[in-house]
């Protein structure tokens, strides 16, 4: 077959035109462009042709911007790979530190007093962590979990969350479900578009595709959501990353704040 | 019924069936949008929906009317038996399969990922290997058509493949390239990280390979309307192909231009440089060399039928073409579609123009324009041309059929042209509700509601469709069926080997994917970026 005389010149001038177009292309990409772009900006041509290719950061077209701003973080946590794995592994150091925790939270993270503590015990370890270590930073205020956490290492820190997430959630008595009023349904569901609230289940859903640190709501005292919803709004409590909580709270009536509550807090799924 | 033309009904039916419920969903998913008050909405069940409808549309009515119009050429081009039938059912019923288990993932509410995955967010494992069987369904085809090119070959030395096969073995081999990108990133990246193996994701590396599948599959699915253009819409004019040659010109630059350019989709993507995306853009602006040449040649071609048919003067051919034909019609339309559909394809291959449409509506208007515009409505038409020789029968109303195509063509661009609009007025895409509210958004609302409009009578055209195909079996059963390929003028007798088979272009397609891909690809392994978190929508921590 490739002794065909009619194909020989095929190969030739089919490989030289495609080829021929290629390099014209990467001539004009990749050096001409550059330089061109990086002349304006105050740019050699070596910086700006490396800028194009990828191999130094920055735009062949425009002086690195230079910012003195410095970042004023909501929260010091960051999440990692690691950090995941660690918090899905409850410990022996959890359970010895969490003897500081039981007398408000309870032995299995069942709060003794539901109206003022939440339960820990079924909550998601990631939400723990992040809890725990705003409390630590002051990102988080309260007089009394601030002098528990901050003398907790990073270890121990994960260790305590680990600890109470891997206890089963409180049984609900059935008996005593009220049926949730359809606005607030709605609101759990599909949020408000015309006031910019997404729908709670979005971060807070059994499905969700929110936030990692979103925590699980149901099986918790509704005076105590409601409280955080409160503190949300007021802007007593700050340590929501993109002011996610604070912006949805501040335009939530206190009848809806009441009802949220007390629909997550009579819920046994999401 | 031999067993190509099982194969092709099989195939067909499957890809028409996902196709209107998909339909159905998708004119949900406009009501969803519009400022009327919709049902069943959530936030999940929508974007379960947009998994559901792209899914559906881009992978299962696609690939399975590529593979059964493969086989019916595969037989009736060559005029062989099919080679290997056990192996094409294998392959229909692993597609099959796969569609199964991805659509139950899908509407169990735990893969609203959309169609193009978007790591990090990473759904239940069953729908990626779902869809990895329809891709290996897939994949039998392409051997098939490969091997049935090459028996035919063996057994006709030196004689020109017919043209319709050399298209869909163009297509094969195409595909087989462009699976590779999408395939890699689902074996190592995705998969994985679905299975719990793996906690990070490298999201560049993935939407790298992903854009290396993601233009040449838009070809994939464009290809059988091309075949149709060049070898039967000549016949049903009554004319003759103006050139064989341009035909085969035409793939054999599809399948080099449809893979080193995927970096156009990646525009406004930090990972990638300023000087491959320059590259990919460049290759990219050649594809308009094949649809130029198609043009010309499909109006030389009908022009030539024009005139055959008493039409005189400059223009006057055209009014002298048979339009009460489908799929000269259907093909007049696609013209149309494809003219409004490539310039907003220009708009957003050009860097500058598309930092200001990359996340609005004017994407997703442009794709469903040139893809359900001009691809399905030649979909319809070469399902109209096959179906009295699939069954055997006579369509029993050709004006039902026109009706269908007028419909769906009207309903396109009521649909897109306010949806390219609304983008251009900054309605951001990948987003189920607005905040009809705001007096700037509520001004969207009437073009909204026009487009849903729009996509109600594609509904109701989609419908007719199905319809049309099973008012086949009231038919009148009929003789032999008619001649479905186009003669040439020029007949080609002898055609150089490089225009008569891949080996070459295969070489250059591997040359121009080292170039363009090699380092956008290699980056990745060699700066060893930080992963992404995967962020799992099956389940909560």
């Known amino acids: 077959m490739s002794t065909d005389p009619l194909d020989r010149p095929w190969r030739l001038?089919?490989?030289?035109?495609?080829?021929?177009?290629?390099?014209?292309?990467?001539?004009?990409?990749?050096?001409?462009?550059?330089?061109?772009?990086?002349?304006?900006?105050?740019?050699?041509?070596?910086?700006?042709?490396?800028?194009?290719?990828?191999?130094?950061?920055?735009?062949?077209?425009?002086?690195?911007?230079?910012?003195?701003?410095?970042?004023?973080?909501?929260?010091?946590?960051?999440?990692?790979?690691?950090?995941?794995?660690?918090?899905d592994r409850p410990s022996a150091i959890g359970a010895q530190l969490a003897a500081a925790c039981t007398a408000c939270h309870g032995k299995d993270g069942r709060s003794v007093d539901p109206k003022l503590y939440p339960d820990l015990a079924g909550q998601s370890a990631v939400a723990l962590y992040k809890q725990l270590n705003d409390f630590k930073s002051g990102s988080r205020l309260s007089a009394v979990m601030a002098p528990l956490a901050q003398p907790l290492s990073e270890e121990q820190i994960v260790a305590v969350s680990a600890h109470f997430a891997a206890f089963p959630v409180r049984s609900l008595p059935p008996a005593q479900m009220p049926a949730p009023s359809e606005a607030i349904e709605r609101l759990v569901a599909r949020g408000d578009p015309t006031r910019a609230i997404a729908a709670c289940n979005a971060c807070h859903g059994e499905q969700s595709g929110g936030p990692p640190e979103a925590p699980r709501l149901t099986h918790q005292g509704a005076q105590y959501l409601s409280a955080q919803l409160r503190a949300f709004k007021s802007g007593e409590r700050r340590n929501d990353i993109y002011s996610r909580m604070r912006n949805v709270a501040a335009v939530l009536s206190d009848s809806e704040i009441e009802g949220l509550a007390g629909f997550y807090s009579t819920t046994f799924t999401y | 019924m031999t067993h190509a033309r099982r194969l092709a009904l099989a195939h067909f039916w499957i890809g028409f069936i996902a196709f209107a419920i998909a339909l159905v969903l998708g004119v949900w998913q406009m009501w969803v949008r519009s400022p009327l008050p919709a049902p069943f909405l959530t936030a999940s069940t929508y974007f379960s929906s947009v998994t559901a409808h792209g899914t559906a549309m881009a992978y299962v009515l696609t690939t399975f009317t590529v593979m059964g119009f493969g086989y019916y050429v595969a037989e009736t081009a060559l005029a062989r038996a099919l080679p290997a039938p056990r192996w094409a059912w294998t392959g229909f019923w692993l597609a099959l399969a796969g569609t199964l288990m991805a659509v139950v993932t899908i509407f169990s509410g735990r893969a609203?990922?959309?169609?193009?995955?978007?790591?990090?967010?990473?759904?239940?494992?069953?729908?990626?290997?779902?869809?990895?069987?329809?891709?290996?369904?897939?994949?039998?085809?392409?051997?098939?058509?490969?091997?049935?090119?090459?028996?035919?070959?063996?057994?006709?030395?030196?004689?020109?493949?017919?043209?319709?096969?050399?298209?869909?073995?163009?297509?094969?081999?195409?595909?087989?390239?462009?699976?590779?990108?999408?395939?890699?990133?689902?074996l190592f990246q995705v998969i994985p990280a679905a299975l719990g193996l793996k906690a990070q994701i490298d999201v560049g590396l993935s939407r790298t390979l992903f854009s290396w599948t993601l233009h040449a599959v838009v070809y994939f699915w464009l290809i059988p309307s091309y075949i149709a253009f060049y070898t039967m819409v000549p016949q049903a004019a009554g004319g003759r192909l103006y050139s064989d040659t341009m035909g085969r010109l035409t793939f054999v630059l599809f399948l080099i231009y449809s893979l080193p350019v995927g970096l156009h989709h990646l525009l406004m993507d930090p990972h990638q440089s300023n000087a491959f995306k320059f590259l990919q853009v460049a290759l990219t602006a050649l594809v308009s060399v094949p649809t130029l040449l198609t043009v010309f040649t499909i109006g030389a071609s009908l022009e030539i039928a024009g005139r055959l048919r008493g039409g005189r003067g400059l223009f006057g051919w055209i009014g002298a073409l048979p339009w009460e034909r489908p799929l000269v019609l259907a093909t007049g339309l696609a013209f149309l579609m494809l003219a409004f559909g490539g310039f907003g394809g220009l708009v957003n291959m050009s860097y500058g123009m598309n930092a200001m449409v990359h996340n609005t509506s004017w994407v997703t208007a442009h794709f469903h324009l040139i893809f359900g515009g001009t691809v399905v409505i030649m979909y319809f038409a070469i399902a109209y041309t096959l179906w009295p020789s699939l069954t055997g029968r006579a369509a029993p109303s050709l004006a039902a059929q026109r009706l269908q195509l007028w419909l769906w063509f009207i309903g396109m661009l009521v649909m897109t042209l306010p949806w390219h609009y609304l983008g251009l007025l900054g309605q951001w895409r990948r987003v189920a509700t607005f905040n009809y509210a705001d007096p700037i958004i509520a001004a969207w609302g009437p073009w909204v509601i026009v487009s849903l409009v729009g996509g109600l009578i594609l509904l109701v055209s989609g419908l007719l469709f199905v319809r049309n195909l099973l008012q086949f079996a009231i038919g009148r059963a009929s003789h032999v069926p008619a001649e479905v390929y186009a003669t040439a003028v020029h007949p080609p007798l002898r055609v150089p080997a490089a225009l008569n088979g891949f080996r070459l272009w295969n070489v250059l397609v591997l040359v121009l994917m080292l170039l363009a891909y090699g380092y956008p690809l290699a980056q990745f392994f060699i700066i060893d970026p930080p992963g992404a978190l995967v962020h799992r929508v099956d389940q909560r921590r």
């Open chain 1, 13 to 87: 001038w089919a490989s030289v035109a495609i080829l021929s177009v290629f390099v014209f292309s990467v001539l004009f990409g990749f050096v001409l462009l550059p330089i061109i772009q990086g002349r304006g900006a105050g740019l050699d041509a070596f910086e700006s042709i490396c800028r194009a290719l990828g191999l130094r950061p920055g735009s062949p077209a425009a002086p690195q911007p230079a910012s003195e701003a410095k970042a004023q973080p909501t929260t010091r946590v960051a999440w990692s790979a690691e950090l995941m794995q660690a918090l």
């Open chain 2, 112 to 186: 609203a990922v959309l169609f193009t995955f978007y790591p990090p967010l990473i759904a239940s494992v069953f729908y990626y290997i779902g869809l990895v069987l329809v891709v290996a369904g897939s994949w039998i085809w392409c051997v098939l058509m490969i091997v049935a090119m090459g028996q035919w070959k063996g057994a006709n030395p030196g004689r020109p493949v017919p043209l319709a096969m050399f298209a869909t073995v163009a297509n094969a081999v195409m595909w087989l390239w462009t699976t590779v990108g999408v395939t890699l990133e689902l």
